[in-house]
């Protein structure tokens, strides 16, 4: 890239990180002690506030920077991610925001230790919330990296390197000082400007072929390499019955992992009542919609513009088709109207970064301090020590996050994101319903449901093509690979349902009827709710 592309795109830079770092500054002088506030804000935003803040949280490197790359890569199989990610918020709409909003009070583990002995609960449920986590900030960095790289033009590690390492002192900034309330604002910006970007970037594309979707299809299509195939199921997830597999696997952590994510399931909590959090969700749901409606053309406009050649040649898992994409709408890389475009794009995915790794780091912090170090103090001690362990979490935790960002730095955003939602559908989302619905759920059930989840997912993972045994695998010098799907959703997914109900059937503890049906009528009705 040129000077005029770096000094622009730096400048934006500074200047997001300017206002965010104002937001957090502003913010800080009010009262950050308690944990009501750090955690959730005080629970003062309208359903309108909270639903841009979820789709600022939600709409991630992963979306904006990914999903487009894999389009380009693959055609119609990429846009399976935007249903993956679309539909699953189905889940969150009719069976976990309001209920959740109505159990927890700030974390997942509130809602099952309501009805369970909370230690090992608590222990467990913040164990797996903060996997969760580290993975879809892991994705997050690579992102960051990649995004910084194309703009310096230079492919060596050492610009990525403190890029990953600049995103994560910046997120402890926001979480440590600012705390939930900073963290929802910063995200509330960081939606409009994504929202505003995408919006034209979209109409620019339409712009150049004229209105006409079908002749930006065939366009595409002629310029992939893959001819009508580009068009059609089976590019990536056709070949056999393996790749087949694989999606059916993918599809199934997609739909089913946005109920069981940390950092959506917090944002709920930021809302004063059940009814806003449930309005919160239809407004994201909407603005989420819009935004990934606009990604699918961003895709295969980059696919029939800038081409699948240059798009592998600049990152070859695609996370730089949009930055492209906008360089070439602009005017091409020589000319003022690609240099702004490029720089302004570039700005709003380092936007998206920040605002998503801090929803993430403070949701993390929250299970470390909230669950964790709680679940080791006396009651009476907690509440004092809480928020300041958090703090102090967000720096472990930011620390983990840069050192496996670097390591997995060549792998594609929406593909790490994916992972994330896997171990989320696995060891989160069983464990949350079976405490809503099933009236004989035990401690014990509780448990294994978690670790019946996580453990698979995280060792199918570790034994996938992902990890070994392919050019492509973060260790491709080695192969320990033994299990053939890259996702394990379909493996690890049932297992923790399954584990769930083996540890109720199994425990000599009886269920307690009467937390039960404290719960139910607390989750339906809101009474009783923080």
């Not at 003062?44 to 803040?53: K, M, T």
């Not at 699953?88 to 309501?114: H, Q, S, Y």
């Not at 910046?170 to 440590?176: C, D, H, K, P, R």
């Not at 406009?301 to 695609?318: C, D, F, M």
């Amino acid at each position: 890239m040129t000077g005029d592309h770096q000094t622009l795109a730096l400048l934006l830079f500074s200047v997001f990180v300017a206002i965010t770092l104002g937001i957090t500054t502003w913010v800080s002088r009010h009262r950050q002690g308690s944990a009501e506030e750090f955690y959730a804000g005080g629970r003062l935003f309208s359903p309108l506030e909270n639903g841009f803040a979820i789709a600022g949280d939600y709409a991630s490197a992963a979306s904006f920077l990914g999903v487009p790359g894999l389009i380009v890569l693959f055609g119609y199989d990429g846009v399976l991610y935007v249903v993956g990610f679309l539909v699953g918020w189905l889940v969150v709409l009719f069976l976990v925001a309001e209920l959740v909003r109505n159990c927890g009070r700030f974390t997942l583990a509130d809602v099952v230790a309501a009805r369970m002995s909370e230690r090992p609960v608590r222990i467990a449920a913040g164990t797996s919330s903060v996997t969760v986590s580290v993975l879809y900030l892991v994705a997050q960095m690579v992102g960051a990296g990649s995004l910084v790289a194309l703009l310096l033009g230079r492919t060596g590690g050492a610009a990525q390197a403190w890029t990953v390492i600049g995103v994560g002192a910046l997120m402890v900034i926001y979480v440590s000082l600012g705390g939930m309330r900073a963290t929802t604002w910063i995200q509330i910006v960081k939606a409009v400007v994504l929202l505003g970007g995408t919006v034209v970037l979209t109409v620019l594309v339409m712009v150049r072929f004229h209105g006409d979707i079908d002749r930006l299809l065939l366009t595409a299509a002629q310029h992939s390499g893959h001819g009508d195939a580009f068009l059609a199921p089976g590019l990536k997830y056709g070949g056999d019955w393996t790749a087949r597999l694989d999606f059916i696997s993918l599809g199934l952590a997609l739909v089913l992992g946005t109920g069981g994510l940390p950092h959506i399931l917090s944002r709920f909590y930021t809302v004063p009542t059940a009814r806003a959090a449930r309005r919160s969700a239809i407004w994201s749901i909407g603005l989420i919609g819009a935004f990934y409606l606009m990604t699918i053309v961003l895709g295969f406009g980059a696919a029939a513009i800038v081409g699948p050649e240059a798009v592998r040649g600049s990152n070859a898992a695609g996370n730089t088709a949009v930055p492209l994409l906008a360089l070439n709408l602009g005017g091409g890389a020589d000319s003022t109207g690609g240099t702004v475009l490029f720089a302004v794009v570039a700005a709003v995915a380092f936007a998206t970064i920040l605002a998503v790794v801090a929803g993430i780091t403070l949701a993390s912090s929250a299970s470390v301090a909230h669950d964790l170090y709680a679940s080791l103090r006396r009651r009476s001690e907690r509440q004092r020590g809480e928020v300041a362990v958090a703090r102090v979490a967000a720096v472990g935790i930011g620390v983990v996050a840069i050192g496996l960002g670097l390591l997995a730095r060549d792998l594609n955003v929406a593909f790490l994101v994916g992972l994330a939602f896997a171990v989320a559908a696995s060891a989160n989302l069983p464990v949350l319903l079976y405490s809503l619905f099933w009236r004989g759920f035990t401690t014990r059930g509780a448990v294994w449901a978690v670790y019946g989840g996580l453990i698979p997912a995280l060792v199918l993972v570790v034994l996938s093509p992902v990890v070994s045994g392919s050019p492509d695998s973060l260790f491709p010098g080695v192969d320990f690979q033994f299990f053939p799907l890259q996702n394990p959703g379909i493996v690890s997914v049932p297992l923790g349902f399954l584990a769930g109900w083996l540890g109720t059937v199994t425990s000599a503890e009886p269920p307690d009827e009467a937390k039960h049906a404290e719960t139910e009528v607390r989750s339906l009705t809101g009474a009783g709710a923080v």
